[in-house]
């Protein structure tokens, strides 16, 4: 085992990247790191490649390490494939907006970056130029949490038009520019380029997930240019009527719906949704209030769905009518806790082994990460090659 190839030990390795809940496996990669030298550098070049959980008392130290020797901390930098960071507001000036562009020039291969801002907006130019420079590999991005009136997202997004992937974690209320038309004379002096930002965002969206819904007019400005490319949709809130609409010319191209519950919101939203290929409703009511037949689309190969209900003995008849009801269904995931009891488990087994239908029973919910690749088909393969595809 010690003599392996660095390719061979590579992919040993990032077998056990994850755990079991979607997160690296940091504490076996470090055994794996000490355990010699000819083992070190496949494991730590794994260890880089989630640099995650980052914030004001370790980002300086991150820093360090990948400015340690020319050599090493280059190799290190290049690793890197995702970066998370929160930055709060300090008195100390050298941390702030531009320690992002200092990580992602130190990082040139990061694909996804995710932020949690807490007293800091990013706004001014030449911070926003080098971050433009930076940040030209993003394909991802994720904002945990921001202002509800910062105009964070507007800027990077306008800065970072190849972005594919986008999480939203905080409500957005307002656009950061008026909406009434401006004078011929102030118009002349506006950017064409800002002009067009007005008009809509550029990215062509094609993961969305938000927690919850923006201003319906900020809604309408993010998916401006994503009509041909958005496929996966991700809601942690439920569409009004006004939010539906505004969704309407997105539902038919749409491959993967993920909706927090089930109710006539959702049923109203799912009916719009006629290629859908997967749907994962991350918590389904016990006894549905609407039926889920026939509801879903029929188009549906991989259907997911938890229960939240730890107290009682929970039928699985709407499941199984749902299983025979559709005969593009390849895979059913069924994410149970421990505590639950469930009426039906062997009918459903029996079902989906009479109709070709794999059962995936796991405690592990749905909602664990997943990478931003272009999926093929669902549900979407966890493999540490990922990160190589979209590098």
Request: overall charge positive; charged content about 20%.
């Amino acid at each position: 085992m010690f003599s392996l190839p660095l390719e061979l030990l590579f992919h040993v390795f990032e077998k056990e990247y994850y755990t079991s809940s979607g997160t690296p496996n940091y504490k076996h990669l470090k055994a794996c790191a000490l355990v010699c030298r000819s083992w070190s550098g496949p494991a730590q070049s794994l260890l880089f490649r989630s640099a995650i959980e980052l914030s004001n008392h370790n980002i300086h130290t991150f820093h360090a390490a990948l400015l340690s020797s020319a050599a090493r901390g280059k190799a290190l930098g290049n690793c890197v494939r995702i970066l998370a960071m929160s930055i709060s507001r300090t008195s100390d000036k050298s941390f702030g907006p531009m320690t992002v562009a200092t990580l992602l020039q130190a990082c040139p291969h990061v694909y996804e970056l995710a932020l949690s801002l807490y007293g800091i907006n990013i706004e001014e130019e030449e911070t926003l130029e080098k971050l433009k420079v930076a940040g030209q590999r993003l394909k991802a991005l994720t904002l945990v949490h921001h202002g509800t009136q910062s105009p964070i997202l507007f800027h990077l997004l306008r800065i970072w038009p190849n972005i594919q992937f986008l999480k939203v974690g905080s409500r957005i209320r307002t656009l950061p520019w008026r909406t009434t038309p401006s004078p011929p004379s102030e118009r002349n002096t506006e950017d064409a380029g800002e002009l067009r930002q007005r008009n809509g965002a550029e990215v062509c969206l094609y993961d969305l997930v938000l927690s919850i819904f923006p201003a319906p007019k900020v809604l309408s400005w993010l998916l401006a240019s994503s009509a041909d490319s958005l496929r996966i949709l991700e809601l942690r809130q439920l569409p009004c009527l006004t939010e539906r609409n505004i969704l309407a010319r997105h539902a038919p191209q749409l491959r993967s719906l993920r909706l927090w519950c089930y109710n006539d919101d959702s049923v109203a939203l799912l009916r719009m949704c006629t290629a859908l290929e997967e749907l994962v409703l991350y918590g389904l009511e016990p006894s549905p209030c609407r039926p889920l037949v026939p509801n879903l689309p029929p188009t549906i190969e991989h259907f997911a769905f938890g229960i939240r209900d730890y107290h009682s003995c929970i039928s699985l008849q709407p499941i199984i009518s749902a299983v025979d009801a559709h005969p593009n269904l390849k895979v059913l995931t069924f994410n149970k806790d421990p505590r639950q009891r469930f009426q039906g488990c062997e009918i459903l087994e029996a079902k989906c082994r009479m109709k070709g239908v794999e059962v995936v029973i796991s405690s592990v919910p749905c909602w664990v990460y997943e990478e931003p690749i272009i999926v093929d088909r669902f549900p979407r393969a966890r493999s540490v090659s990922n990160f190589t595809a979209m590098s």
